[in-house]
């Protein structure tokens, strides 16, 4: 059974960069077709996907953070990373990465999470 | 974006009884392809999110079926036959139609 787990900077300065790591254990990053995904959610809000990489198909972004967002992944090491730039205080959330399962092609669903790892954007 | 609109916000049930959860989209999810890019997810308290329905209403793995899911377009409906305790949480439809995915506000499901 595939276990996904954040890591990171529980605190990042405004205008920093914030990065975070998702260690996935229990199964290759880099074997089938996933979509490694990351989540967000700010306090009392609903759910932000960020965006997703795929081993073939690239990476996705949400507009709305795709001047400042980037996901790689690392097969050495079994992990894929969110880098989110020039963070402001409306970055603070708890992020949450997640692997998407391709059940039935082109769509997938977001069949394992991570626990989640609060990030709080201050100085 | 499409816009996921879920009601009702709260929804207290007693166990043992039916509940259902209302989402509507902006634009309609049904792909070309003939199903609904529409999934239903739990997030039990201090918990992250599981996935419980996709296609609108394929359960997934390990998911009871007590809970089922109809709908079509932009009109959706999580159902669950009989609650129970475990239930509880905050319950999301999202659309995985079309980048970015989207997520509704959530309906909170607490026992009385």
Redesign the interface.
């Given at each position: 059974q595939v276990q996904l787990q954040e890591s990171g900077p529980g605190l990042v300065k405004p205008s920093q960069t914030l990065s975070l790591t998702c260690t996935v254990s229990g199964g290759s990053i880099s074997s089938g077709s996933y979509y490694w995904s990351w989540i967000r959610q700010p306090a009392g809000e609903?759910?932000?996907?960020i965006g997703r990489i795929h081993t073939t198909r690239g990476t996705?972004?949400?507009?709305?953070l795709r001047s400042r967002v980037t996901i790689s992944t690392d097969t050495s090491k079994n992990l894929f990373s969110l880098t989110l730039t020039s963070v402001t205080a409306a970055d603070t959330a708890v992020y949450?990465c997640a692997r998407g399962i391709e059940?039935?092609p082109p769509?997938?669903?977001?069949?394992s999470?991570?626990?989640?790892t609060p990030v709080t954007v201050s100085s | 974006d499409i816009v996921m609109t879920q009601s009702p916000l709260s929804l207290p049930v007693n166990p043992g009884e039916p509940a259902s959860i209302s989402c509507k989209s902006s634009q309609t999810l049904l792909h070309s392809d003939g199903r609904n890019y529409l999934q239903w997810y739990l997030q039990r308290p201090g918990q992250s999110p599981q996935v419980l329905l996709h296609l609108g209403s394929i359960r997934a793995s390990g998911v009871p079926d007590r809970f089922s899911g109809s709908g079509s377009g932009t009109e959706f409906t999580l159902r669950i036959s009989r609650v129970e305790p475990e239930d509880v949480g905050i319950y999301y439809c999202m659309q995985n139609l079309q980048a970015p995915l989207t997520f509704g506000g959530g309906t909170k499901m607490e026992i009385k």
């Open positions: 609903r759910l932000e996907w996705k972004y949400n507009p709305s949450y059940w039935s769509t997938y669903h977001l069949d999470w991570g626990q989640g | -």
